[in-house]
């Protein structure tokens, strides 16, 4: 006869999902979204039925969505939900088209608010402690072996609000990009007291 429901699990919310995954940079759950989204999403009829695997079409949703934001299908490479595949590749340009699109979209203040803030939480806890980009910064880290980067928003000392992305590949081992130039970059910019005209 009938299925009959023993229990039922309900998710946290999105928004907190999303601040888990975000601030301590956990690539798990990158991973587990992105198979999320593709359980969720329709097949396009122009994805073979072997290729349509929960990671295939969430990666078809992902590039959807980025070409609604008028991100160039050749600024990017997506091949995972996390970044760690050498496979993926993405523009500082079409990241900061990213940023800025998502600052004035409906869920501009719960995706900000799941980035990590400079010298107080996640990934950048450690880090800018005592500068301009102190409880200003609000940012996603990433990096793999010679490759670093930062992107997010800020307020400079001047009152303007920024969308920025900083990205250093290929540098020597020896060569620390964070505290080099990365981390000294962000908290110029925080720095800058001109006034907006």
């Known amino acids: 006869s009938g299925l009959i429901e023993l229990t039922t699990f309900q998710s946290p919310p999105l ?14 759950y990158t991973e587990l979204i992105l198979r999320t989204l593709g359980k969720l999403t329709p097949a396009p009829a122009t994805l073979p039925p072997l290729n349509q695997t ?20 050749e ?3 997506l091949d995972d939900g996390s970044g760690l595949s050498r496979s993926d590749m993405v523009t500082a340009e ?11 979209h409906r869920y501009a203040t719960v995706f900000r608010d799941a980035l990590p803030i400079a010298g107080v939480d996640g990934t950048l ?12 910064v609000r940012a ?8 670093a980067s ?14 920025f992305t ?14 080099a130039c990365i981390d000294p970059i962000t908290v110029l910019l925080a720095s800058y007291a001109t006034k907006p005209e």
Request: net charge positive; proline share 4%.
């Open 150 to 163: 930062l992107g997010g928003y800020l307020t400079t000392a001047g009152g303007e609000k920024l969308a």
């Open 15 to 28: 928004s907190l999902i999303a601040a888990q995954t975000l601030k301590p940079s956990q690539n798990l």
């Open 94 to 104: 079409s990241t900061v088209q990213l940023l800025t699109f998502m600052s004035k």
């Open 125 to 136: 806890r450690n880090r800018m402690r005592g500068t301009a980009a102190e409880n200003n």
């Open 166 to 179: 900083i990205m250093v590949n290929n540098y020597p081992r020896d060569f620390d990009p964070r505290s």
């Open 54 to 73: 929960s990671e295939n079409l969430g990666l078809e949703a992902v590039n959807t969505f980025l070409k609604t934001v008028g991100i160039r299908p």
């Open 75 to 77: 600024s990017l490479v």
């Open 140 to 147: 996603k880290t990433g990096s793999l072996s010679s490759a």
